[in-house]
């Protein structure tokens, strides 16, 4: 047996844990997309113990605008916490069911990244236990420890300061060593975060051609959109392909695309008489209002439906995760166009106001490899772009194999100098990006 699993419902027992220094790979709501968890006996190298920290009990508090969480707390507790307390959270994943701390260890976005930012932004110090389970505390307010390499690493990380994550890590700030590094320096244990006001929000969707046939429209709304950050909250996409995923109850449009607005509610009729109401390609019999429960099921259950698909047909997840500037937008959909020629069916949906969108073959085992040899090549397209190819879901198994020509012995040696500090037993996700490019 190459695997063995363990899981902790105390702190106390993950700490032996860590000083036995067994080499671990510690997981929490195992919603990632980038660990085939269905395949991890074959793809993960052994002898591994694959640790569920998902058991450890939860708290939440509120030390005045910000939340302390602590264990295994998930978006959504977290969200109706703060709720009962006149706050929000600012910026969540699509999967609710994710848990927070875990969102810091990928850096995680999502819709509402649209107005406030990566979730990164939001920290301001974190606790982590560290390979003898002795914990130590991060702030924000300090800068990245001095490391060999650092200066030349963050300097090559400027030209990814706009996007919401690179192909690496930021290490700007001290608590940046936890976050977006997946697991592979310590476990997260702590994290203080900042929250908003709780606000009235008001969903609207627009109801578009197909972005295969026609995208001026699309365009049209992602220029507009971009003078509306803060008073838009999300801007999201569903492409036609994306909604035939849902039940047919839940269906929006007839074979349509679909863009999401998340409007305050106290900007509303200024958002739809400058924003709705000065576009030319989307008529106002096309504007329609829907409950923030129906938003979110219907955007949580495509990526949930193309997931399960994927699972069924035992194939690994196929999807893009790239963001580009906003002057690359439209040469991105026309590349997913090309790559939507290939005969294999596909559906297109994400962050579209962020230029931020997953592309996802569904292909049959045996279409897999000719759906990789395209991704290989948008990537090349993505580097040539300066843009930011794994933007949100981060890299851990299934990315590695196209993180490679984004990463230079800059940040080999700063990886290198980390893993050798944090990690000297490689206890830690010995399989994960820092290791192995
Ligand atoms: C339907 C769907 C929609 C999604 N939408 C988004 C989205 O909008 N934005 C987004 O960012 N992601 C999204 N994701 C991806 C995923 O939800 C996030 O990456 C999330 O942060 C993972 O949380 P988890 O609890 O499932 O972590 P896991 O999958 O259990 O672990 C993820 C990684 O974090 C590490 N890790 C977990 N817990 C800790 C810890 N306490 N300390 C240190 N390392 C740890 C693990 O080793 C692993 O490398 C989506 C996934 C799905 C299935």
Redesign the pocket.
Known sequence: MNLTSKSFSNESDLINHLKTHTPS?????????V?P?DKLEAEMKGPLVVAD??KIPPKMTLKGENVIIRGAVNWQDADQFLKSHGRAIMTS???QL??I??????S????RCFAFGNMRKQIVRLK?LDFNGVEHELSADKDFPSTEGLAAYQKEFSHYSGYKNAPYPRFEKETDL?IGT??QL????EAEIKTTTHDDVTHLFMLLPKWENDYTAHLEIFKAVQHFRGAVISCELLDSNSIAYLKADERLGQSQDVIFLEILSNEFERVYGELLGELQHVSPDDVFELSSAKFHSVR?GV??AV?EENSKMGVKKMGTDCQVSGDHFKDLLDFYRELSKLGVRYNLFG?FGDAHLHYNYMPRPEDSQKCQAEFEKLYAQVLKWQGSPFA???I?LLKQKFIKPFIHDTQRMVFKALKKQHDPKSQF?PQ?FMTTV
Do not use: D, K, M, Q
Not at 101 to 106: D, E, F, H, K
């Open positions: 790979f510690y997981h929490s709501s195992r919603t990632s997309t660990i968890y920290l998902s994943p699509t999967e994710a848990l701390l875990a969102g810091l260890a990928t995680c976005t999502g819709e982590y936890l997946e697991g310590g476990i997260i244990t949580a990526p949930r997931f962050h949100e879901h981060g851990g996700f994960g």
